[in-house]
């Protein structure tokens, strides 16, 4: 099997249901921003911290259910869909590491180390997916609980990159006005 078909060659792409859709549709729109934000969380991988490691390879595997939830207009029962239970273990994880991070005073200016740069820009995408998927949500019916994660998600990104910055001794920069 070829990985090219040439199916996508006009700009059209098929969805789980096998309809044809554009490729500039808000449904490819927010699942290809999905997309892009695993790429840039495997981008992260590996911190140097094994369980900040084991929390990006779920939450890359979260990302995939989540675009194969939003790529599939019509799911039943047997499909991948996102469940409000993944959203609180990102919520567990950010109280866990409440203990080792100092409470902010102001807002941070995105960046640090490498690990925590990355992080960084794996969270900002991940806001630009949250917009796309609720611009998907304002044209047709999503599940609702792919678009709570993606909102925390972008959370846990910030607040693992405060992790990872700390645990490597580079202090976080508040922006001057």
């Not at 039943?76 to 109280?95: G, N, V, Y």
């Not at 998907?136 to 019916?141: D, G, I, Q, V």
Request: glycine share 6%; with cysteine; charged share 30%.
């Amino acid at each position: 099997m070829t990985i090219y078909t040439g199916r996508g060659d006009e700009g059209q792409t098929d969805l789980r249901t096998m309809d044809r859709v554009s490729k500039a549709s808000p449904r490819i729109e927010a699942y290809g921003t999905v997309d892009e934000v695993n790429a840039t969380v495997g981008r992260v991988r590996p911190t140097g911290y094994d369980d900040v490691d084991e929390q990006l390879r779920a939450i890359q595997n979260h990302l995939h259910i989540v675009q194969a939830d939003f790529a599939n207009p019509d799911p039943d029962t047997e499909d991948p869909q996102m469940t409000a239970e993944r959203t609180d273990r990102l919520e567990e994880w950010m109280d866990a590491y409440d203990d080792e991070l100092e409470p902010l005073q102001s807002f941070i200016l995105p960046g640090g180390g490498d690990a925590g740069a990355r992080l960084h820009h794996a969270r900002a995408v991940c806001r630009r997916a949250e917009r796309r998927a609720v611009a998907l949500a304002s044209e047709e019916e999503i599940n609702e609980a792919a678009v709570v994660y993606l909102n925390r998600l972008s959370d846990a990104l910030f607040t693992l990159a405060r992790v990872v910055n700390q645990r490597d001794g580079v202090a976080e920069e508040a922006p001057e006005y």
